[in-house]
Structure formats: structure tokens, C-alpha cells
């Protein structure tokens, strides 16, 4: 202890001389004590860090660059998991949607009022993706990537001065300068913040901008609040309406980027009554214990400007709240059971221990972040039933450390370690509180972008944890090489997981070794192969999603279609009369299940699935779609015609609703009307070939050559190597008398597509034709 005392002293000396305050502030207060402690805890680093410390500047170079670095191979990935919900299908970020509907949609675009709504309110996050997609031309994923990784490392940067707070203590002389900025330890928890593994989902999924905007709204908001105390009025008591009142409103941008953006209010109280207050737990259990009256002998109750403060924060974060609810709409989300399978046990027990466990779980992610995983439901936890379940002790484990670290922070005679202990585990709690179930229930099991903002109290724990373990040891060197190892590792597996998260295919394929038995990434990696044209092996994930799910009634979806498609029909409507029993307002499964009724000719139970689809979803152009065609198979043409033309009113692009309604006006002799309806649909849709084509033989049936011709040519040149257009374009010609022209494009035709018999059939009648003709000029 006494080389120690001395080391410090002489650095401490240095940090008093600098200090200026009226003398109240010095004395009961223990100001000058916990400048002496900061000083130490800063030395115990001394010789884990070089003295030769960085420079406030250089310092946030050097955070800022290694962020970068760490998560620099994201920036080409492409859109990945919910990027697509969010982002490519989320007709908010378009400019045809009015900026105000931002405000009454939720995060994927439906409104907050609909009960289908996930409820989740960050049309600020959405409007800086809607800036993106005008500023990028369209859905080019780098532009996201990219501002997703300086958000990041700006984030880091900004650590630096929070942790500079935390460590260091918030004092400052007379010229408003703070005193002791704990550089070290500041530095060694920007950098853990700044290499953490666990942040990679945040960074490297797109989605993930909603927990860094929150995360760098609620630092502003945390050193705003520090603002308020930079000047002392004649009492002696610091405060700013200003800062608090700017720090309330930067809390509510926060959750306007993410819901628990509203926590860093709490964490400012907390800061308030600790730091400022000087408020200590123990003397206060003490004095009760004792049957003193411990609320009389507590200053803070009689400081005006903190009870103000208090007054403001509590009346700030309950307007923001109700305006919340009120925005809301319809109450809170509805999940089901396999988002979250504790929320839903019987007994409250078993609540409370899977509850427990999936915190262990978040501390287990931040302590070896090694296992990560884009998804952790459908099975990836299996729940604990009992107390005689082995991971029981892994709960276990998490409250004798927890409640260690309380003990610490609450009765430790050092008022500095008493502080920054409380604020790590006020970091570390605080912004996680809305994740933890307890309030209301979430829709996950575990999720590692809620731990973004809790790893700043990890860090903070970490980097006290190393001080005291260099104190107590005369081995420093071997300290050193801990952290930078930690710090490396650390490094390597962001490099390493950012690779994972730039496409589907890796990312989904990673989460194998770590969630084997969860049926969702078995699903995904089955819908991705799927995608590629690989159905056998995608049939074999579906299947084994199934399995680990029997009511994963998306996996039955789509392997029904996949073996309809291969023609396994009774198999088919097997796995899609289970989803639809599972659960009877998916419509999907219902309009799937009509077209296997359909193609197993069984109309009358095909046409009731459809309109049960319609039933769960009026908005259904598809649906209208497969309809229409039922009864066209059916000879029903007006009730086929009037279902395409719903389709069409739903979605005006529906191009082969459009194909088949001039087909079928075409095939009953109404050329008049067929062909109103294709110049209809080639206003809407002026580029599509195949309408080019339809509308091309309707002319032409009409005598209408040189039009029908243009538009032959038209769709030809969209679509040179189909066979069709240029056969039915040497039918014009031939009809036409262009016979020349004719044998040409019948030749093209032949050759595209050598076995087409009407085809072959009329470059006969042609060449007998032409044969006949020079015979007669012979």
C-alpha cells in the first residue's frame, strides 16, 4: 500500500492545484477525498497503459480509427434478415409516401393502429434510411452500411467523454475547466466499447441504426445533463434549466430512434443523486437501522435546485411516455408464443427462472462474445422447467456477482469506488430494463443490439476491474498483455462477424454451430436456397425447420409451394391444410392451398380457399389473381375478368392480370375491349414486353398492321430470344403479304424454338406459297 500511496500522491498533487471551488464544496461534501481517490484509480492504470498518454485528440483518433477498422468489411454487404422488411420492402423510405405518414407507422411500415402493428416508434431512425435511399438513387446498400459504421465510431468517440465523466468525476475550477479527465481509464473503456463483438449486429445490420442513433442521442443527453453543473451559483448549488430541459428533449429524440432511448433519463437521475447529491445508500440504511430520522439529515431533500431538477426529470419522462401510448394507439404488441416461449409459462416460477437465465445469457454475451447468433427463439434456448435443470446455476452465478458488486457499490468506505461502481451497473441496467421483460413482454428471447448501450456499463466494470486487479499485483506486465489480448481478440471477431453479416447465405449458415436448434435459421437457410433455384436441398432445411417446429406453419408455406411446384400435390395440401388449421388467418397458406386444390381439380374447394385468403386479406392482388385464372379454367369468364380487374385496382403493375384479361377478351372475340384493356395496362406499364406482345396480336387481328408490327418489334427488342414474338410477328407479316419478311422471322423462330408446330406448320403454308408464286413468274 504505501509505495502505491506515494506513487499516486505525486500525480494527485498536480490535480489539486488545479482545483478551485469555495470551500463548503471542499469540506463535508469530500470533494478533495474523491479527487485523491480519481487520481489513484487513474495511477493503477499507470502501468497497464503507457504514461506517455495521448492527447484528448489523439486519443479520439485513435478510438474512432480502430472502430472503423473493426467493422470497415461491412460496408459492401448487402440488405441481410430484416433489412428487407425494413428497408427494401418499406414503402415509407419512397418519396410517393407523404413524410407525415412517418409519424403514424411503425418501424416496418404499417400502421401503429393495426392490430397486426409490432408497435415499435422510431420514425426518426426510418427518415435517415429515407434520406439514404434519395441520396443513394435507390436500394444500393452501401450508402447504409457505410453511415452505419461512422455512426459507430462517432459513438466511440463520445464514450471517451463519458467515461471521462464516470471515472473522473465531474469538478471544475472557477474558469469552468473539469479537473482530472481520467485519460487511461477512459481511454481503456473507449477501446473495449469501441472492439465489442457483440455490437457487430448493430453495426453490420442496417436495422441496427435504430440502436446507434438511440445510443448516440442518449450520450448527448447524458453529457447535456452533465452541463447543467459546469457553473456554481452563490449558494453553491449547481444547476441549468437550459441543459436539464435540453436533455430531457434530447431523451425523447432517443426514443424516437428507440424505445429505451427514454432510460437515459433514470440514468441522469441516478447520476444526479449520486454524483452530484452525494447521496450515500448505506449512511441512509444506517441511520434507519439506528431508528434515526435519516430523512430529516439528508441534505438533498432540502436543496431546491435538486429537487427541481428531480421535478423536471420526473414531469419530462411522464409526458414523453403518455405522448408515447397515446401515439401507440391499440395497446401493446401482440407476440406469439415462439418469440418468446417464458413469456407465456403457466407458472411464474418457471417465468422467473428462464427470465433469469436469459439475463445470464446477455452477461454471457458480453463477457465472451464469441457465440453469436442473428436469431435466438424457436428452440435456440430450450426453457428451464424445473430447479434440478443444470443451467440453473449459470443464474446463479449472475446474481452472486451481481449482488457482490452491489455490496461494493453500496458499502464500500471509497466514495469513488462507491460511484463508479453504482454507474457501471446503472449502465449496464438502466438501458437493458426495457429488454428484461418486466415491464411489459418482448418479442424476443435474446437479442444482442439491446446489449449496445449495456456494454458501456460492462466496459466501465472491466476497466475498474483491471485498476484494482494492477493495484493489488506487482505483476504489471502480465495485466497488460491480458488486455491487449482481450482488446485483439476482441478486434479479430468483429473482422471475423462483420464478414459473416455482409450476405444471407453466411450469416444464416454462422448461426448453425451456435443455435442448432433453433427452426428459424433452418427456415432461412431453406428460403435462401430456395431463392438460388436449389430446391432439393431447400426442401431438406424446411423439413428439418418442421421438425424441430411442428407448428412453424412459414416452413409448411413454403415447402408446400416448393412441392407443388414438383408436382407432389397430395403432400402438398397435406403440410398446407396443417398451417391453415395451426393458424386460420394465414392467407398465404390459404391461396397456396387453393392453387394445389386447383391443380388436383377439386374448383369447389380451391374457389373457397381463395376467398377465405380474401377473407384474412381484402388487399390481395394475387389472390384475385389465382381466382381469376380458377375460373377461367372453370368457363366462368366474367367472374374471371372481374377478379383480374380487382387484382389490377390493387396492384395497377400487375402485369400478368393484365396479360390474361386481353388474352381471354381476345379468345371470346371482344377485340374492341381487348384491346382498350392492353392500352390500359401499357400506360401503367409501358416497358412490359409480354403486354406489347398481347396487345400486338389484338391489332393485328384487327387489320391494325403497322401498329401491331411496331410493337412486335417493340417487345422483340425487350426480349430478342423469344420465339413466340417472332413467330407470331411472321404471322402479321405473312397475313400482312410481307412475305419475305415473314420467312424470316419464321426461321428465327424455328431456330429459338425448333419443335413449335403451328410454327413449323405456317413457315409450310409460306414456303408452298412462295414456291407456288415463283412458279408463276417462272
Known sequence: EPPEFKHAGGRCDRCLGSLQISQHNAGAGGWQPAVFKMAELDADLDHVIPSSILPPFWAKLVVGFVSLVCF??????????????????????????????????????SRLSSNTSHKSYRPLTVLTFRINYYLSGGFYPVGFHVVNIFLHGGISILMLDVFSVLFGGLQFTSKGRRVHLAPRASLLAALMFAVHPVHTECVAGVVGRADLLCALFFLLSFLGYCQAFKESNKEGTHSSTFWVLLSIFLGAVAMLCKEQGITVLGLNAVFDILVIAKFNILE????????????????????????????????????????RWKIMGTGPPAFTEVDNPASFADSMLVRAINYNYYYSL?????????????????????????????????????????IGLIFQALCSEDGCKRRILTLGLGFLVIPFLPASNLFFRVGFVVAERVLYLPSAGYCILLTFGFGALSRHTKKKKPVAAVILGILLINALRCVIRSGEWRSEDRLFRSALSVCPLNAKVHYNIGK????????????????????????????MNNLGNILKERNELQEAEELLSLAVQIQPDFAAAWMNLGIVQNSLKRFEAAEQSYRTAIKHRRKYPDCYYNLGRLYADLN????????????????PEHSLAWNNMIILLDNTGNLAQAEAVGREALELIPNDHSLMFSLANVLGKSQKYKESEALFLKAIKANPNVASYHGNLAVLYHRWGHLDSAKKHYEISLQLDPVAAGTKENYSLLRRKLEQMQKKNV
Not at 370 to 399: N, Y
Open 528 to 555: 435462401n436456397l430456395a431463392d438460388q433455384g436449389n430446391q432439393t436441398a431447400a426442401i431438406r432445411y424446411y423439413r428439418e425447420a418442421v421438425r424441430l417446429n411442428p407448428k412453424y406453419v412459414h416452413a
Open 636 to 651: 366462368r369468364p366474367v367472374d374471371a375478368l372481374n377478379a383480374w380487374r380487382n387484382a389490377t385496382v390493387l396492384k
Open 362 to 402: 446477455n452477461a454471457w454475451l458480453l463477457l465472451c462474445p464469441w457465440w453469436l447468433c442473428f436469431d435466438w427463439s424457436m428452440g435456440c434456448i430450450p426453457l428451464i422447467k424445473s430447479v434440478g435443470d443444470w443451467r440453473v446455476i449459470a443464474l446463479a452465478a449472475l446474481w452472486l456477482c451481481l
Open 284 to 323: 441512509t440504511v444506517q441511520k434507519v437501522l439506528r431508528k434515526e430520522k435519516p430523512l430529516e439529515n439528508i441534505g438533498v431533500l432540502r436543496n431546491g435546485s435538486f429537487l427541481f431538477r428531480m421535478t423536471l426529470l420526473t414531469f419530462g419522462g411522464t409526458s414523453i411516455l403518455y405522448i
Open 72 to 109: 470497415a468489411r461491412s460496408y459492401d454487404g448487402d440488405f441481410v434478415f430484416d433489412d428487407s422488411e425494413a428497408i427494401v420492402n418499406n414503402k415509407d423510405l419512397q418519396s410517393d409516401t407523404p413524410l407525415g405518414d412517418l409519424w403514424h407507422h411503425d418501424f416496418w411500415g
